[in-house]
């Protein structure tokens, strides 16, 4: 009896190509979910800025011009502690050698802040210089040492009035000229002051329009006997 053999060349039924294409639906999507979790999430979508249809009219604001009254006012919190009056009480200097014309900051014996206002009409601005006016360091320094002046003559051992002479200065740093129309503010802090001697040492600063001008670390000056 001859054994029946296999049809090898028979065609796959449709129940096994079904489950064959199911197997491989799973397949992909178990792949599918495996794959997403190693996918950095995408960046949020970019936002555009609103549009400034008014950005013109608010530089135009921006630099508005300033009135006089408004510029004024920008000092009208600084008042005046000594007068140009009130100094020629206290310093026996004149002009044109008379360099601080107000005092607005004073704590006796201490500090004070002076102002210097710088003008065209000042006889060494013919010479220093006639193209270029600016006013020399030496009496910048010596604007400060005034103002030291100041507070010494009105402490103990010193009379308003008297002389003081100028005994040295050391450090002495200009940063940047100084020109008719600038505001020379000033300020000095008395470090030491002898009485008995009528010896005193301060510092000094000045600055024109926040900016520093001058600086030194010691400047000495002793009353006339």
Not at 40 to 46: D, E, R, V
Not at 207 to 220: H, I, P, R, S, T
Request: contains cysteine; glycine residues 6%; hydrophobic residues 45%.
């Amino acid at each position: 009896m001859q054994s029946r053999r296999p049809n090898t060349n028979s065609k796959p039924t449709i129940s096994y190509l079904i489950n064959t294409n199911t197997m491989k639906l799973a397949l992909l999507a178990t792949l599918a979910t495996a794959a997403t979790a190693f996918v950095a999430p995408s960046a949020p979508l970019a936002t555009r800025s609103p549009t400034q249809i008014f950005a013109e009219d608010d530089a135009e604001a921006e630099t508005k011009p300033r009135s006089a009254e408004e510029i004024s006012a920008l000092t009208a919190s600084v008042k005046t502690i000594f007068s140009l009056e009130d100094i020629n009480g206290i310093l026996p200097h004149r002009y044109p050698f008379l360099l601080v014309d107000k005092v607005v900051e004073y704590e006796k014996g201490k500090r004070a802040v002076g102002i210097k206002s710088v003008t065209l009409n000042e006889p060494h601005f013919t010479g220093h210089f006639p193209d270029r006016p600016i006013m020399p360091g030496v009496l910048q320094v010596e604007a400060l040492a005034q103002l030291a002046g100041i507070v010494c003559l009105q402490m103990e051992g010193a009379e308003p009035g008297a002389v003081f002479f100028f005994a040295g200065v050391d450090g002495v740093k200009w940063k940047k000229p100084v020109v008719p129309g600038d505001t020379l503010v000033m300020e000095v802090e008395i470090k030491k002051w002898n009485k008995r001697f009528g010896i005193a040492s301060a510092t000094g600063r000045a600055y024109v329009d926040g900016e520093l001008a001058v600086e030194l670390d010691e400047m000495k000056f002793a009353l006339a006997k």
